[in-house]
């Protein structure tokens, strides 16, 4: 099995920021895309960003220019910088990671989910 553990979530004034990061451990093989989805109360689960394990990335229109992503290959681990919080970036982030395991099996994995909360 595969385990995503995510951190650094919580509550932030607008124009603040918060850096997440999501580790992955267990019987991973190779690490494929890595990335970051949310959910706010009521909306369907969207992509935030996501990164190759060739360090390509890709960002939803609405944070592009504020958030980064990045990952450690070494440490199996993909972060999200959220700068220029707004409140409308208020959700649940989940971190996913496409992952070959050591069965050779390429499996979709998810976070348990950070709360993020932007409101004065």
């Known amino acids: 099995q595969v385990q995503l553990v995510e951190s650094g979530g919580g509550l932030v004034q607008p124009g603040g920021s918060l850096r997440l990061s999501c580790a992955a451990s267990?019987?991973?093989?190779?690490?494929?895309?890595m990335g970051w989805y949310r959910q706010a109360p009521g909306k369907q689960r969207e992509l935030v960003a996501d990164?190759?394990?060739?360090?390509?990335?890709n960002y939803a229109d609405s944070v592009k220019g504020r958030f980064t992503i990045s990952r450690d290959n070494a440490k199996n681990t993909v972060y999200l910088q959220m700068n220029s919080l707004k409140p409308e970036d208020t959700a649940v982030y989940y971190c996913?990671?496409?992952?070959?395991?050591?069965?050779?099996?390429?499996?979709?994995?998810w976070g348990q989910g950070t709360q993020v909360t932007v409101s004065s």
């Open positions: 990164i190759t394990s060739g360090g390509s990335t």
């Open positions: 267990g019987s991973i093989f190779s690490i494929n895309a």
């Open positions: 996913n990671a496409v992952v070959t395991t050591i069965w050779l099996r390429g499996v979709n994995y």
